[in-house]
């Protein structure tokens, strides 16, 4: 098939918010409030036409920039800017026909190299292009009628693995995703540090009653999850009795399980880091052996530093490490494997032809006994778009089980229009399941049937309802303080 050349008509922005259930902390930052930034990009195709693509993502500044001396507030106007920048390059290169892959590849370069000017960090200074990247995806999908997996099995995006990892050169993406989509995925639900773990853990003011569950037992008796991801704070004694605590109702619930820890960058030392795991491994064996890897668990200052590398290769062969928020940049993967890390995480946040080059790169460079590792973790996404678009990213790359927390921190479908919710009912009747008022995630045994997100694009398919949502000029930071962020 023809690789397509594109030209970028229109990029506009616009924002839902989406009130939040119970509060969420991961690391230091606790969220009581979010809103979701959309985008809307108009692309013209060869000569076939105009079509529309759509991305989305939480507005979550404090995820990406976890600095002190940085407000909210300062950290959303950076977030916004590096998308509205990301527009504005896509705009520029797109306003004659381009490949995709060239419009990409041009674009992180030039994203990348404005956030530097700026002082933006990396991981921050991805997300723009990341949101073009996805937008344009959905575009080309939509014109071409192919799904994801179908437009990366012909490399209708003109992906070249190898201009992006030297080493890659004579890897085709189609060796790289899994011969089909997966047709369904466990559910690996986040376990937040202020959240509860037994209905009896919940003061009477605090329940909420809107028929979600609330506690982890009640996760684990109504929906049968069976995949875990368990938040840490930093310290060892307490991280441990933590653990201890969240064991003991695993052992109680659960026949068969495993367990990832998140360490949301709250270690500032890597004996302590070795501390927790030699404690968690002598203490609690049979929980230590159901655990499959720690989430960058070291503040980003040293998580890849050189100098603490000997620790640092100490605490993975006793366990699995995986980065998550260092990778900011397209080389981070190697950098780590390098350290001793074996695994990073996809977020569709940071881009997924990123994410196809890393699961490349792990392929490319396991060694016998040495096995590396592309996990799927969340920031969040919520329908219709992020959570689709991300649900399809990684049926396609073959991953069996993907961090999902918005269907536990977001009231189900509530944050959507009545027309996108019906689009939801009648396409997507597995993924959704209606309970009187409530139309939320349909997991069951611990797992979501994603077969009717393979549609034409990244599974969206018109299901957006843009009357519903407020344009980003016009969308105020202080909706979200009157909701308590």
């Known amino acids: 098939m023809n690789i397509p050349m594109v030209t970028i008509c229109s990029i506009d922005f ?8 119970m509060p969420f902390r991961f690391g230091s930052t606790t969220l009581t409030a979010s809103a979701v930034l959309h985008v809307r990009m108009e692309v013209e195709i060869g000569n076939g036409g105009r079509v529309e693509g759509w991305s989305a993502d939480m ?20 977030l916004l800017a590096v998308a509205q920048n990301a527009a504005s390059i896509y705009r520029e290169l797109g306003s004659r026909p381009i490949s995709i892959f060239d ?3 041009q674009g992180y370069r030039a994203g990348k190299a404005w956030s530097t000017a700026n002082e ?10 990341s949101l073009m990247e996805r937008a344009l995806i959905d575009a080309v999908g939509i014109y071409a009628g192919l799904t994801y997996h179908e437009m990366l099995t012909h490399n209708v995006l003109g992906i070249d693995l190898g201009s992006i990892h030297n080493e890659l050169d004579s890897m085709a993406v189609q060796e790289v995703i899994g011969e089909s989509p997966l047709e369904s995925l466990h559910i690996r639900h986040t376990v937040g540090l202020v959240d509860p773990l037994r209905y009896e853990d919940i003061q009477e003011d605090a329940q909420i009653d809107d028929g979600l569950p609330q506690s982890l037992e009640s996760y684990i008796l109504e929906q049968g999850i069976r995949y875990f991801k368990v938040k840490i704070g930093g310290d060892p004694r307490t991280d441990f009795e933590r653990l201890q605590d969240i064991y003991s109702l695993l052992d109680l619930y659960c026949r068969d399980y495993f367990v990832t820890i998140d360490g949301n ?3 500032n030392d890597v004996d302590s880091l070795i501390g927790l795991i030699e404690r968690a491994k002598n203490d609690l064996p049979n929980f230590f052996s159901r655990i499959i890897y720690i989430e960058q668990p070291l ?31 397209l080389d981070t993967f190697k950098t780590a494997i390098d350290l001793g890390y074996r695994g990073v995480s996809s977020k569709a946040c940071k881009g997924l032809i990123k994410a ?19 996990s799927a973790e969340d920031l969040t996404n919520i329908p219709v778009v992020s959570l689709h678009q991300d649900l399809v990213h990684v049926a396609a790359l073959g991953l069996p089980h993907l961090e999902r927390n918005g269907h536990h921190y977001i009231r189900g479908l509530d944050h959507l229009s009545e027309k996108e919710r019906k689009i939801c009912r009648l396409k997507h009747p597995e993924l959704y399941t209606e309970n009187q008022d409530l139309l939320s995630l349909n997991i069951v045994d611990g797992a979501i049937d994603v077969r009717s997100l393979q549609l034409p694009g990244l599974g969206v398919d018109g299901a ?22």
């Open 14 to 21: 616009f924002v839902c918010n989406a009130p939040m259930r």
């Open 59 to 78: 507005i979550a500044p404090k995820w990406f920039e976890k600095s002190d001396e940085k407000s909210y507030a300062q950290c959303l106007d950076e």
């Open 103 to 105: 419009l990409w590849k």
């Open 120 to 129: 933006i960090n990396d991981l921050m200074g991805s997300n723009g292009p």
């Open 265 to 267: 960058e709250q270690y």
């Open 299 to 329: 503040d980003r200052a040293l998580a890849l530093n050189t100098e603490a590398s000997v620790d640092i290769r100490r605490a993975a062969n006793m366990l699995p490490l995986l980065i998550d928020e260092s990778d900011g940049d």
């Open 356 to 374: 196809l080059g890393n699961v490349a790169l792990a392929k490319y460079k396991s060694e016998p006994g040495i096995s590396l590792f592309v």
């Open 464 to 485: 957006v309802d843009v009357s519903s949502m407020t344009p980003l000029n016009e969308w105020d930071l202080r909706v979200l303080l009157d909701m308590g962020v």
